[in-house]
């Protein structure tokens, strides 16, 4: 059975820094995309889950999106099947339940994921 398991979210401050995980267990192949993907809240209906970063676990190649570029780093630690999102100079509209996903490669469309972790909350406080 595929697992996904986020852990690292919480409070901070604005500027801030928090690192994500996300333990990977039970894929038979070790050549699959993770991809983080946030969903901010809003009053009145779910917000759009948008893809941040993603890593392909064969070659390391990485992607990002625009308003996070510069800002965080995705890894991977093969050994311990653990994929990583260093978050680094936090502000308010990066406040969201942010989730990892598994999927074939690397795509922004949370359609194309295969695997979902619960999700992990991250909230930035000004």
């Known amino acids: 059975e595929v697992q996904l398991v986020e852990s690292g979210g919480g409070l901070v401050q604005s500027g801030g820094s928090l690192r994500l995980s996300c333990a990977a267990s039970g894929f038979s192949s070790d050549d699959y995309a993770i991809v983080w993907f946030r969903q901010a809240p809003t009053k009145d209906r779910e917000g759009v889950r948008e893809?941040?970063?993603?890593?392909?676990?064969?070659?390391?190649?990485?992607h990002y999106t625009d308003s996070v570029k510069g800002r965080f780093t995705i890894s991977i630690d093969n050994a311990k099947n653990t994929v990583y999102l260093q978050m680094n100079s936090l502000n308010v509209e990066d406040t969201a339940v942010y989730y990892c996903?598994?999927?074939?490669?690397?795509?922004?469309?949370?359609?194309?994921?295969?695997?979902w972790g619960s999700g992990t909350l991250v909230t930035v406080s000004s």
């Open positions: 893809g941040v970063s993603c890593i392909s676990t064969s070659h390391s190649a990485t």
């Open positions: 996903a598994a999927g074939p490669f690397c795509t922004w469309s949370w359609g194309g994921m295969t695997y």
